[in-house]
């Protein structure tokens, strides 16, 4: 696929190798993950909210209640920052000045317009749904019309992006490589743990199948 | 320890019993992470860059090189955003609308200063380092005047910040709780997977001890 449009905006200026601009790498990094920390602006003031997101195509879908401070600034039109990190682990050089981090991300730039029919902020709400546990959507309560009603739903079309990655060994200086000091990269790994159940639920009710491929369940159940 | 001051800007609108201002809460979140999510607008755009930091007392501190835009652009004083969020699990209601996450998160704001002299900034660092891995920074070599000199640190004073945490079970309508649905959270965990190290690493240097206690070795070894 295409790459988006390089700017004054979305360009990497340090360590510049690092970054990608094609649309494969972009959506690959949104699609692994789930949450986003979204920034806008409000009288000169920055605000940086984590929230849940989805994808299709170049547009990234938030939703909240209509009350929250997010969802009325995004409400008028202004600029967004959506950015996506994944922390696949900690780079451990010889030197302190070396040291990094193994990552994916994405910094995505675009404007917010509120989704009004229901059919729309359903689909979206949808896509949320599913790029956060797939399968959960079809099994449960779908929104009620006045629910939809108080839920705010925006969809951020990407003007510009750009991914972000570092993998693979420190780089060291030269003259360290001699250093008694180990160096590697210690991996972050993030997993799901056994599902708890609700203290209401009803007598019966299992895990669904696609919960329970997510984990292993150390009790050999 | 007392609260930080409340205003327009940190009260928590949305879900304001889940919002905490005093100082023990809002230091134990940004204790437990080591990355955020860095907010700060730049001619009107919004940036949101992953960024490591540490703490001491009120102020967070980050680095990088004097050529990134986070930096050159914190260097001039203006309003910061520092928000980590520490994503606890997915909450499994039987409604969609009651979907939810557990999770804590920090959101401090303040404005960037530039730390100048190399005693303060070797003393930033090593927080930061310290803070996403306790004990590096004594094993490893320290930074040269050289290295100092191309490296920014930035102090941001938390003037307001909140903190926000949810828990527990889902919420649901007193109707949907006959829904014969699974309902629970799923918990998210983030771990240490086993070192890998450099391929460049010299015969005979052993993983220490500060790395070998943060993962459990399926190897068995």
Partial sequence: MSDFPKSERNIVRRRAERGRYDRDTVHAILDAASLCHLGFVVEGQPFVIPTLYGRAGDTIYVHGSSVSRMLTSLSEGIRACVTVTLNDGIVLARSAFHHSM??????????????????????????????????????????????????????IEIEEAAAKIREGDP???ARDYDLPVWAGVLPIETSYG??????KLGEGIEIPEYIRHLYSDESGK
Avoid: C, M, Q
């Fill in 102 to 155: 193994n990552y994916r991300s994405v910094t995505a730039f675009g404007t917010g317009l509120v989704i009004e029919g229901d059919d729309d902020k359903l689909t979206a709400l949808k896509l949320i749904s599913e790029n956060v546990l797939r399968g959960r959507w079809d099994d449960v309560r779908e929104p009620t019309k006045k629910e939809l009603n108080v839920t705010t739903v925006i969809a």
């Fill in 171 to 173: 780089k060291d200086d």
């Fill in 194 to 199: 056994s599902p708890v159940a609700d203290t």
